[in-house]
């Protein structure tokens, strides 16, 4: 068999340039795709160190360095498909359609996705607060993604959605330092005011209660049966249920030491009845 190198040449020819720019084109795939990977993953680890200097939560770096490490590398390899020849118009078109049907069936928890990305940004509350939000209030036990453990004063446990928690209110008693009990208490009208207030401030006499701001007896109301007296202290915030509760055991006996007395609700009901008045009866016969 004789070998035709004219017809080889030829067909070399006609080949070689497809073969050329096919493997330059794959060259620059690869390389380019080495790059970025590198690229790629400099960016998480950068982005985990801004996250990790800001204090940001260990629960959300760990999220969003994953989030955008894949969404990255996803638009890298579809670069990459495209530079060497793959149709990626349907594939961008699929992908589109199956994230809005995603997307679709879970409003819900996306919506406390969202919710638990802005709570472990922007933090309004930790882990061991003391919270009362929608209704619920407790200590604070694990901020997730989706949800928020709260532990009730009774130890129950709770989980809330954190949609809701984000776009409700959130009142944090743990925030401050310093936290104020107003403890109310009502006396006679005769009781003598100046005393009863020497009294009540005479409570605030413990190592827990603030000098600065000093404490304040005020009058609050004028009831229907007593004066409302409102004791005002500072305390350190771990201190105030055990204040709270000092006041409530101390202050009846000694306002009573005193001669003040705590009255008891009244209510005066005053009944009228009206005279009783009878039509005259008409006779049968007329």
Known sequence: MDFDFKTL???????????????????????????????????????????GSRSVDRTLQSFIGSLVNIALKIMLIISVASMIGVQTTSFVAALGAAGLAVGLALQGSL????????????????????????????????ILIFHTVILSTDNKRIVVPNGS??????????????????????????ADLDVARQVLLGLCKDERVHEDPAPVVVVTTLGDSAITLSLRAWVKNEDYWDVMFLFNEKARD??????????FPQ????????????????????
């Open 9 to 51: 040449i030829q067909h070399t020819e006609n080949w070689l340039p497809v073969v050329l720019e096919h493997s330059f084109n794959i060259g620059l795939a690869i390389t380019t795709l080495g790059i970025g990977w590198w690229l790629i993953s400099t960016l998480t680890n950068r982005i985990g160190a801004i996250m």
């Open 111 to 142: 919506s406390n996705f969202a919710g638990g990305v802005l709570i472990l940004l922007f933090r309004p509350f930790k882990v061991g607060d003391t919270i009362e939000v929608q209704g619920v209030f407790g200590t604070v036990d694990s």
């Open 165 to 190: 928690l984000s776009n409700g209110v959130i009142v944090n008693f743990s925030s401050e330092a310093l936290r104020k009990v107003v403890f109310n208490v009502g006396v006679d009208y005769s």
């Open 254 to 263: 000694v306002l009573a030491q005193k001669g003040i007395g705590i009255p």
């Open 267 to 286: 209510r005066v009901v005053t009944v009228v009845q009206g005279e009783a008045t009878m039509a005259p009866r008409m006779s049968r016969h007329g």
